[in-house]
T-cell receptor, first 112, second 109 residues
Framework: DTGVSQNPRHKITKRGQNVTFRCDPISEHNRLYWYRQTLGQGPEFLTYFQNEAQLEKSRLLSDRFSAERPKGSFSTLEIQRTEQGDSAMYLC??????????FGSGTRLTVV | DAKTTQPPSMDCAEGRAANLPCNHSTISGNEYVYWYRQIHSQGPQYIIHGLKNNETNEMASLIITEDRKSSTLILPHATLRDTAVYYCIVGIRLDKLVFGAGTILRVKS
């Protein structure tokens, strides 16, 4: 287990299309997080799972966004009807406790 | 969560200690100080955290002032691979980190 894996690394999509990203956390980690990062800014919290339960969602997560973590393992983040403002790096992280997250390398989304 | 203030950028010579300051004057008694860094095109990497006492690990040392209103992250012997954005984060919400803009540290040979 080499860390948190995110796929794809890059995604270019046309405005209005749906996209789905996948995150595979470190296997023994029960917590999984999604963050979004735009150029020149720090990451912003989107949502958080403990096992399969989604415990918190940011107001940034509009109703076009949905995240799932079936069976408490991998997670998917789907964006419906993408807009240019959705262009960002989407980061996934996992942890066993909350002290030391391990982040993945992210999925860079470009909406054209 | 308390706000943090960090310089936007700093330079450091390779092999010298890099001292990165962070002000968090409104920190409350149960808030931790966390440091993460982000190397270009990668996700953030956890470095260290502390509550009141100074902390040291294999990556860095964290010095927290007695009044807890500021802290310093020390990289004892900076290398070119330490060039990154360093984030100081203060909070009690351990499951929801609030990142600021961070400090861009440039290590130069």
């Amino acid at each position: 287990d080499t860390g948190v894996s995110q796929n794809p690394r890059h995604k270019i999509t046309k405005r209005g299309q749906n996209v789905t990203f996948r995150c595979d956390p470190i296997s023994e980690h029960n917590r999984l997080y999604w963050y979004r990062q735009t150029l020149g800014q720090g990451p912003e919290f989107l949502t958080y799972f403990q096992n399969e339960a989604q415990l918190e969602k940011s107001r940034l997560l509009s109703d076009r966004f949905s995240a799932e973590r079936p069976k408490g393992s991998f997670s998917t983040l789907e964006i419906q009807r993408t807009e240019q403002g959705d262009s960002a790096m989407y980061l996934c992280a996992s942890s066993f406790s909350a002290y030391g997250y391990t982040f993945g390398s992210g999925t860079r989304l470009t909406v054209v | 969560d308390a706000k943090t203030t960090q310089p936007p950028s700093m330079d450091c010579a390779e092999g010298r200690a890099a001292n990165l300051p962070c002000n968090h004057s409104t920190i409350s008694g149960n808030e931790y100080v966390y440091w993460y860094r982000q190397i270009h095109s990668q996700g953030p990497q956890y470095i260290i955290h502390g509550l009141k006492n100074n902390e040291t690990n294999e990556m860095a040392s964290l010095i927290i002032t007695e009044d807890r209103k500021s802290s310093t992250l020390i990289l004892p012997h900076a290398t070119l691979r330490d060039t990154a954005v360093y984030y100081c984060i203060v909070g009690i919400r351990l499951d929801k980190l609030v990142f600021g803009a961070g400090t861009i540290l440039r290590v130069k040979s």
